[in-house]
């Protein structure tokens, strides 16, 4: 038996250069959701001074960069992607200084920063929106937004039937400032976050400012919520598609009246002309879910420069389909001169290690106890919805095939995009009693959608304390007894730890990761072999039978080998 464990990963070298204009390709990049990674003042909400405190353990996990979900002023109708002032920090997260602390701990630590950017909507809180109420029908300040009558004798009805993403109308009644019922304004969201009018110039002029503010600041790279959505057409010939009209499915390329239009990425461009104003030019990454061959559009070095491709994410752990992801992902980033980008888990999705522990496509009774689980995309949601009963899944298979398919992520050339707790392995949290839910999907969709509170659970940094060390007190969504076991205090000197794993990995990507190539050495029914440039192997085991661990040293592995075998759901690195 070998023990990977005691394989040391080789010395991290320096940082690459910091002033590199391309740092960003093949970067590690580790999304902190701030409300949940550490909170310094005790009041339950994770702040900018405990992310602070936290550099030396980002240090030491060997990230190249943070991704800072918002941390601006919000009510939190929508975990803060409801943004009251793009240029200010939320007074329950901390104050621009703190803001420039934490940025030049970070730098010192040579590891770059990217904060997320909504340019969707606003808040109904936003000044912009504040002022749209209070003035009147056809007015300036409503065209920042998109206002429309309503339909019926009185306006009483939704100006069309289209729904919100979270469930319900899209279209939110206002009261006009004389009392009486008015106009409708559109929101894709949460009536929270009515949409602003990307076709009003004043928007943009705001958007390239609030670019300049936190570029000036030092924030290298942005990552741009909801990049897909900004340009609409609400005019009549939009309505004639009303009856298709069904949220995320329809996507006829660049004439969807609300998703992928063509001309935003007119928008992208003027925005590329602001990054470039830098040196090194800021970097941008969309969150665009768009059909695979339109991704390359948010991805050109003349717009946005990278786009997260959510493939990995959707699929099963299945050799075939990461095969085909891979090899499609790799060449639609050489055509737009990007790096790929991969993604397991985020604030938005069930966790990957849970995820994995689901039985596959299976419809009807599992057999388990806890009912039925009829996901076909195997996403967890059903799960979710038979009260994240744990009997359904098999957690440790889920870690098992996590950690493997993590390991083999980390070795392909392009971005790896990493959230917050799942260096720790955790599991998605499923019990949360409905009186602590926070994500408005729940509110708004009760009992179709359960929402994404259970990955944005305070992360367990101890084994004891009141939060498992994640503040001095409370935290603002309960941690179950389990998180003992996942905390880092538990994890750190354990070198078969899931935070041992991802170290060491880490590590070893620095030093490894070269010319962004990969040869497929073998593309079995169970079994992929790639080669990277300087003798790097990897292979990862699908199946659930051993197979002959090809030859070559070992230098990590996401599971115990056995003697000159590959176990099942295990990846391997090696040298040659
Ligand atoms: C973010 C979500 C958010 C939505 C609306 C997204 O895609 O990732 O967390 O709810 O945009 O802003």
């Keep these: 038996m070998t023990d990977f464990t005691t394989l040391s990963p080789l010395q991290a070298p320096a940082h690459a250069d910091a002033s590199a204009a391309d740092w960003w390709r093949q970067a590690a990049v580790y999304q902190i959701y701030p409300r949940s990674f550490a909170d310094a003042n005790g009041d339950g909400i994770g702040d900018l001074v405990g992310?602070?405190?936290?550099?030396?353990?980002?240090?030491?996990?060997?990230?190249?960069?943070?991704?800072?979900?918002?941390?601006?002023?919000?009510?939190?109708?929508?975990?803060?992607?409801?943004?009251?002032?793009?240029?200010?920090?939320?007074?329950?997260?901390?104050?621009?200084?703190e803001f420039d602390v934490m940025v030049a701990t970070l730098h010192e630590a040579g590891i770059k920063i990217v904060v997320d950017i909504v340019p969707n909507h606003s808040s109904d809180r936003h000044e912009w929106f504040k002022a749209a109420l209070a003035s009147p029908k056809g007015s300036?300040?409503?065209?920042?937004?998109?206002?429309?009558?309503?339909?019926?004798?009185?306006?009483?009805?939704?100006?069309?039937?289209?729904?919100?993403?979270?469930?319900?109308?899209?279209?939110?009644?206002?009261?006009?400032?004389?009392?009486?019922?008015?106009?409708?304004?559109?929101?894709?969201?949460?009536?929270?976050?009515?949409?602003?009018?990307?076709?009003?110039?004043?928007?943009?002029?705001?958007?390239?400012?609030?670019?300049r503010f936190w570029s000036d600041r030092g924030v290298d790279g942005f990552r741009v919520d909801v990049a897909h959505g900004l340009k609409k057409d609400l005019g009549p010939s939009s309505e004639a598609l009303e009856s298709t009209f069904g949220g995320h499915d329809v996507f006829p390329d660049g004439q969807h009246p609300l998703w992928d239009r063509d001309d935003v990425q007119d928008v992208y461009a003027e925005w590329r002309s602001v990054f470039n104003e830098y040196d090194p030019p800021r970097?941008?990454?969309?969150?665009?879910?768009?059909?695979?061959?339109?991704?390359?559009?948010?991805?050109?070095?003349?717009?946005?420069?990278?786009?997260?491709?959510?493939?990995?994410?959707?699929?099963?752990?299945?050799?075939?389909?990461?095969?085909?992801?891979?090899?499609?992902?790799?060449?639609?980033a050489a055509e737009t001169g990007a790096s790929s980008t991969w993604?397991?888990?985020?604030?938005?999705?069930?966790?990957?290690?849970?995820?994995?522990?689901?039985?596959?496509?299976?419809?009807?009774?599992?057999?388990?106890?806890?009912?039925?689980?009829?996901?076909?995309?195997?996403?967890?949601?059903?799960?979710?919805?038979?009260?994240?009963?744990?009997?359904?899944?098999?957690a440790e298979r889920g870690l098992r095939r996590a950690r493997a398919a993590t390991l083999f992520m980390l070795a392909l050339p392009g971005s790896a995009y990493l959230y917050q707790g799942e260096e720790l392995g955790l599991q998605e949290v499923g019990r949360?009693?409905?009186?602590?839910?926070?994500?408005?999907?729940?509110?708004?969709?009760?009992?179709?959608?359960?929402?994404?509170?259970?990955?944005?659970?305070?992360?367990?940094?101890?084994?004891?304390?009141?939060?498992?060390?994640?503040?001095?007190?409370?935290?603002?969504?309960?941690?179950?007894?389990?998180?003992?076991?996942f905390s880092v205090e538990a994890e750190e000197h354990d070198p078969a730890s899931t935070l041992s794993l991802y170290r060491d990995a880490l590590a070893l990507r620095r030093e490894l990761q070269t010319a962004e190539t990969l040869d497929w050495l073998e593309i079995g029914e169970a079994v992929l072999h790639v080669a990277r440039p300087g003798g790097w192997e990897i292979v990862t085991n699908f199946g659930t039978e051993p197979i002959a661990l090809p030859e070559g040293a070992v230098l990590v592995a996401s599971g115990p080998l056995a003697d000159g075998a590959l176990p099942g759901e295990t990846t391997v690195w090696l040298r040659r």
């Design 51 to 97: 992310i602070t405190s936290k550099v030396p353990y980002l240090q030491r996990l060997g990230v190249d960069a943070v991704w800072l979900s918002p941390f601006y002023p919000s009510a939190l109708a929508d975990g803060g992607y409801d943004v009251d002032d793009y240029r200010d920090v939320d007074p329950k997260i901390g104050t621009l200084e």
């Design 140 to 211: 300036p300040e409503r065209a920042r937004y998109i206002f429309r009558d309503g339909k019926g004798e009185h306006g009483e009805l939704p100006p069309n039937s289209w729904q919100s993403i979270f469930g319900g109308s899209a279209w939110e009644r206002i009261t006009e400032p004389d009392g009486t019922p008015g106009q409708w304004y559109f929101h894709l969201f949460a009536k929270e976050q009515p949409d602003f009018d990307w076709d009003n110039p004043e928007v943009h002029d705001d958007f390239l400012r609030t670019l």
């Design 283 to 332: 970097t941008a990454v969309a969150e665009a879910w768009v059909q695979p061959h339109r991704r390359g559009r948010y991805a050109t070095q003349a717009g946005l420069g990278q786009a997260f491709n959510f493939d990995l994410l959707l699929a099963d752990f299945d050799a075939a389909e990461f095969h085909e992801i891979i090899a499609r992902n790799l060449d639609e």
């Design 343 to 394: 993604v397991f888990s985020n604030h938005d999705v069930v966790r990957h290690a849970t995820r994995y522990g689901l039985p596959k496509n299976t419809s009807g009774t599992s057999g388990a106890p806890g009912g039925s689980v009829t996901s076909s995309g195997n996403d967890g949601k059903q799960w979710l919805l038979d009260g994240g009963d744990p009997a359904v899944i098999d």
């Design 432 to 485: 949360i009693p409905d009186a602590d839910r926070q994500d408005p999907t729940f509110f708004r969709n009760k009992g179709v959608e359960i929402g994404r509170d259970g990955c944005r659970v305070p992360l367990p940094w101890s084994r004891e304390g009141a939060s498992f060390g994640f503040g001095p007190d409370g935290a603002h969504l309960p941690q179950p007894e389990w998180f003992a076991g």
